[in-house]
């Protein structure tokens, strides 16, 4: 059964219609987590920390894919809704194009900066310092390919085709498996078998829907010649920048966490502090990308439904998604506090390490509660391609809120206040967010009374 963008959406046929895009964003998470895996159980704790400590770098840099694909398909599939497929897959076109130019120049840049960059994200062992070089050259020659596949999870969504985008995603997480056991397991490569693994990966994940579009299909887009349209271009940064403002400041509060994590510890334990940091991130981004795989899933819906002014399937879609948001919300509270032992297990730590982040994945377990609120609440304006206030959310959340609490709380809660930063940050950015959500409701018409005039016109 293919579901359509104009369909209206119950329970079941929502649930079906987003649930590739979640697994999908799950598989994608899958990278950086069997890397941690693999390396902390053949390669040791400096090559996990030197992993934590890179990794930010490739945050950012992904965050551009996610930047253009959640305010492109925003903008294509609004075009989509007005009826004007041709210039939707013009603009489709170009944002793919100019986005592989970006990480082409990326992937050049980046080698020369690869060495500075680790002695200031804190890589001061030399061996760390070492391994933080080796993997992030090796992941860098393969940037372009991960922002495509970051840019086409959203458009995957737009074209009707959620369950290839899933298809696609999960081969290239399984291949990332496959490689590591052969490469670190097997082979014995450790850290730079991981790295080779992960930019075999990225590169499946990139061309194969490059290759896809490219050639004639049954979706709602396909890559075809084009211009450069700037007004465009620029409206889907700015439609999307809540996700770049969020990836980028999350990376830099990654960065933050670690540098904290050193002042409170000592250098010497302090490594272990960040290889549990490293622990918990991991763990936590597996329940976090199901927030964000809704996210991804929903988007296109609301997109299409605001170009068609059809309010009353807007009204039915938000009070459904605020819904699931809060009901999944305590469900992976709960998981992560009962499964907070044997996940950490996973990981092979010694016995003061797997304490350390068994108690910090607890603490921070609790911002599971309303960080779906947030996460929807940001994807929600992105969809109806207001930016400003989507980036605004994300600003106030992961840089405002977020950096003031990592860096105060610490003060009067040691290693604890750490990890409750997150905690303090969300709920200060769920305030934020209801009041926009209720503000907004009578300019967008996604909740209230619809006039009768507009029911019989839809």
């Known amino acids: 059964m293919r579901i359509q963008l104009s369909d209206h959406f119950t329970y079941k046929k929502l649930f079906i219609f987003v649930l590739p895009s979640i697994i999908m964003m799950v598989f994608t998470s899958i990278y950086s987590i069997v890397d941690g895996l693999f390396v902390s159980n053949y390669s040791g704790e400096e090559a996990v920390t030197a992993i934590n400590l890179i990794y930010p770098l490739f945050m950012i840099f992904g965050s551009i894919g996610f930047m253009v694909g959640a305010g492109g398909s925003a903008l294509v599939s609004k075009t989509l809704g007005e009826g004007n497929k041709e210039l939707a897959n013009k603009y489709f076109s170009m944002l793919v194009y100019v986005t592989l130019g970006i990480g082409l120049v990326i992937a050049v840049a980046g080698q020369f900066a690869v060495e500075p960059v680790a002695k200031f994200l804190g ?53 990332n498996i496959v490689l590591d056991a052969i490469l670190v397991s097997g082979c014995g490569l450790g850290l730079m078998g991981a ?13 194969f829907p490059l290759i896809y579009f490219s050639c004639k299909n049954n979706s709602l887009l396909r890559l075809t010649k084009t211009k450069f349209y700037g007004k465009a271009f620029l409206k889907s940064c700015t ?26 510890l000592g250098e010497e334990l302090g490594k272990s502090g960040v290889a549990a940091y490293g622990t918990i991130a991991y763990i936590m981004m597996i329940f976090f990308s199901i927030f964000m795989g809704y996210a991804v899933g929903s988007a296109p819906l609301m997109a299409y439904n605001y170009g068609a002014q059809n309010k009353k399937e807007m009204q039915n879609l938000y009070k459904k998604s605020i819904i699931l948001m809060l009901a999944s919300g305590i469900i992976m509270f709960g998981l992560s506090e009962a499964l907070a032992v044997p996940f950490v297990g996973m990981f092979g730590y010694g016995q003061q390490l797997f304490e350390m982040a068994v108690r910090g994945m607890r603490i921070y377990s609790v911002i599971f509660i309303t960080v779906g609120i947030n996460v929807y609440g940001s994807a929600l304006f992105t969809s109806l391609n207001n930016g400003f206030i989507s980036a605004l959310i994300s600003f106030l959340r992961t840089v405002v809120f977020q950096i003031t ?21 969300d709920l200060l950015s769920t305030v934020v967010t209801v009041i926009f959500l209720l503000t907004m409701r009578k300019r967008y018409g996604y909740f209230g009374k619809i006039e009768e005039k507009e029911v019989a016109a839809q």
């Open 123 to 175: 890589a001061k062992d030399e061996k760390i310092y070492d391994y933080c070089v080796l993997y992030g050259r090796i992941l860098l020659a393969t940037q372009p390919f991960f922002i495509l596949q970051n840019i086409f999870q959203s458009f995957f969504v737009a074209a009707e085709k959620p369950r290839l985008g899933l298809t696609a995603t999960a081969s290239a997480g399984i291949l």
């Open 195 to 207: 790295a080779i693994a992960t930019a075999v990966s990225q590169i499946f994940g990139g061309i």
């Open 239 to 264: 439609n999307g920048s809540s996700e770049f403002f969020s990836n980028v400041s999350s990376a830099v509060v990654v960065i933050l966490y670690n540098f904290q994590i050193q002042a409170v």
């Open 405 to 425: 609490a990592v860096m105060v709380l610490p003060i009067f809660m040691g290693l604890d206040g750490v990890w409750s930063a997150a905690i303090v940050s």
